[in-house]
């Protein structure tokens, strides 16, 4: 069956900007997180939903949001985007909200590079 | 509140030799824990998880974890590595209050030839 699909996979943007990025999860997966991966920070948990509802939420201002579509797709968007959105965002789909029995399947993420 | 320290941000081994890669956690609660690995420009991929049945857990690809309360480790093993396995593995803690999703720093496992 097809993976977590991502797109888009590159993706330049200028600061002040706003993008959107979308996540398609494995067919019958019912729960998508995303999160942020810089070599300085690491990997950091942005907020997971399930059916098309946020159950959790990381450390991230407001200017991160995100949404869910009611056939499990995920959206992603970074309004006024600042130098340091520059990442590389990751999707995971679950069959289930949280990770402590199903794990996740993740996508090959998008690289955002703001300039 | 609960965190996870990957003891090593690199390790290099030779081919054929034992992997090991040291992972700690912190948690109020019980904990599941997991290891992740990334390839070059690909996303994560799931080697094992601990969800508080067996302590040994073993995971695709000859790895195998032992979680060890006493020592609040969860460390990674390999009998023989292989080229193939260099990239980079992540551990990851997570507890059934909040589901909350916390990864380590990474630890670059590189394979000498």
């Known amino acids: 069956k097809a993976g977590v699909t991502q797109t888009p996979r590159y993706l330049i943007k200028t600061r002040g900007q706003q993008v959107t990025l979308s996540c398609s999860p494995i067919s019958g997966h019912r729960s998508v997180s995303w999160y942020q991966q810089t070599p300085g920070q690491g990997l950091q948990f942005l907020f997971e939903?399930?059916?098309?509802?946020?159950?959790n939420k990381g450390n991230f201002p407001g200017r991160f949001s995100g949404r869910q579509f009611s056939n499990s797709r995920s959206e992603m968007n970074v309004s006024t985007l600042e130098l340091g959105d520059s990442a590389l965002y990751l999707c995971?789909?679950?069959?289930?909200?949280?990770?402590?029995?199903?794990?996740?399947?993740f996508g090959s993420g998008t690289r955002l590079t703001v300039v | 509140a609960q965190s996870v320290t990957q003891l090593d941000s690199h390790v290099s081994v030779s081919e054929g030799t034992p992997v090991l890669l040291r992972c700690n956690y912190s948690s109020s609660y019980s904990p599941s824990l997991f290891w992740y690995v990334q390839h070059p420009n690909k996303g994560l991929q799931l080697l094992l998880k601990y969800t508080s049945a067996a302590t040994l857990v073993k995971g695709i690809n000859g790895f195998e974890a032992e979680f060890k309360k006493s020592e609040t480790s969860f460390h990674l093993t390999k009998p023989s590595a292989h080229m193939s396995d260099a990239a980079e593995y992540f551990c990851?803690?997570?507890?059934?209050?909040?589901?909350?999703?916390?990864f380590g720093k990474g630890t670059r496992l590189h394979i000498l030839p």
């Open positions: 990851v803690v997570t507890t059934g209050r909040d589901d909350k999703i916390i």
């Open positions: 995971a789909s679950s069959l289930d909200v949280g990770t402590t029995n199903y794990g996740y399947t």
């Open positions: 939903y399930f059916s098309e509802t946020q159950r």
